[in-house]
């Protein structure tokens, strides 16, 4: 019986899916749980500080406010399962939270707030492009000086090496396709912006990047179906290998993928009579922390 084949796909999910089908089959098709990490976690709450920053009149937008909102921000994540699913001790929790607000002050050297012109704030979207679903959240949509578009996206992870950072601008081109399609107006601009090192990324969106970001979906798309339908989702060594939480279903280190799909099914089973929770749907791509690029 071939796999389900997803309804839509994120750009998180595309860029998954081309790091390591099999990783991207057990996160995105057996919805398998995932423990949370400190590093995911403090990417959420950094988010959620920088939005609630952006909330604030443009005047307002001051390090200090950014620190404040930073703490309202902990109170509210301080109930969340995902954080109570770190288990820091005192110690822990105070270099997480300390971490956090370095990642607040290296914003400041990246831009100033008060000259941006938001739009939008963690922007969910859901658009059809050449007959595949795509779905995402933008952390920030804004206007230029010019009045254009300007699409921003937080990390709050390593910035990559010259090697990767075209790949990884490749998920931001999606956004910016992602807003084309929804706003019928290209973004002048999108940019990741590096909290940690502090680096901002920038590119312009042209014509034949916004071609060369079809074909990659098509692509992408196709490949993902082929996978499904011939269940083969091939594991894919690489350092990403070290953050993996799925080691123990993966061939490369030794586990079965059949385990997994078991696994998928028990949850499933469970929840369907209420012992437990279901592994997400299985056509739902967009993941909880999709706005949360670490
Ligand atoms: S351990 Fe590495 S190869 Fe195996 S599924 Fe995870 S990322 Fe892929």
Not at 108 to 130: H, K, N, Q
Not at 171 to 187: F, K, T
Not at 212 to 220: E, I, Y
Request: charged share 25%; with cysteine; proline share 6%.
């Amino acid at each position: 019986m071939a796999f389900p084949v997803p309804r839509s796909l994120s750009p998180s999910k595309v860029s998954s899916f081309t790091d390591c089908a099999l990783a991207f089959r057990f996160s995105a098709i057996d919805r398998l749980p995932e423990p949370p990490t400190a590093a995911a976690t403090r990417g959420t709450l950094v988010h959620a500080a920088l939005e609630r920053l952006h909330l604030l009149a443009p005047a307002e937008r001051t390090l200090d406010a950014a620190l404040s909102c930073l703490d309202d921000a902990a109170v509210g994540l301080r109930d969340d399962a995902e954080y109570a699913g770190l288990d820091l001790s005192d110690d822990e929790a105070t270099a997480f939270h300390a971490e956090a607000g370095d990642l607040v002050r290296n914003y400041f050297r990246l831009e100033d707030p008060a000259t941006v012109r938001s739009i939008g704030l963690e922007l969910r979207v859901e658009v059809e492009i050449d007959g595949i679903r795509l779905r995402g959240i933008i952390d920030r949509l804004e206007l230029d000086a010019h009045g254009e578009l300007v699409v921003t996206d937080y990390k709050t992870g390593s910035a990559p090496s010259t090697q990767y950072e075209r790949k990884r601008l490749s998920g931001v081109h999606i956004y910016s396709l992602l807003c084309e399609q929804l706003l019928g107006r290209r973004p002048r601009t999108v940019q990741l912006l590096y909290l940690k090192a502090p680096l901002a990324i920038t590119t312009e969106p042209t014509d034949r990047s916004t071609r060369a970001t079809r074909r990659t979906l098509g692509a992408v798309w196709q490949a993902v179906e082929r996978a499904c339908d011939r269940e083969d989702f091939r594991p894919q060594p690489s350092h990403l290998c070290n953050y993996c939480a799925f080691q123990a279903y993966c061939p490369s280190f030794g586990g079965d993928p059949a385990e997994a799909r078991r696994l998928s099914e028990q949850l499933a089973a469970d929840a369907a009579t209420g012992a437990g929770d279901a592994p997400g749907s299985p056509v739902d791509l967009v993941p909880a922390s999709a706005g949360a690029g670490v």
